[in-house]
């Protein structure tokens, strides 16, 4: 499994979940796990994938970070 992180801005992330969203849907990816936390001026948002070809699919269209999961 792998976890992808990503920063957001506040202003932006209600657009930013919605572009995630879109994507989760149009690449049928059941998620597993989704948590965001408050960083500094932008809120890390966290998607674990039990595929690691979609998790880092999803790390490269939306500029985030792989991690692997816990």
């Known amino acids: 499994m792998q976890v992808v992180e990503l920063h957001v ?3 932006a ?7 995630m969203r879109s994507w989760l849907d ?3 990816q059941p998620l597993v ?5 408050i960083d500094g001026d932008a809120i890390l948002v966290k998607v674990q994938f039990e595929d690691d070809r979609q998790g880092e699919a999803f790390a490269q269209d939306f500029g985030g970070e792989i991690g692997i999961a816990v």
Do not use: V
């Open 26 to 28: 149009h690449n049928d």
């Open 13 to 19: 992330f209600a657009d930013a979940l919605s572009s």
């Open 9 to 11: 801005g506040r202003a």
């Open 33 to 37: 796990r989704f948590e965001t936390e």
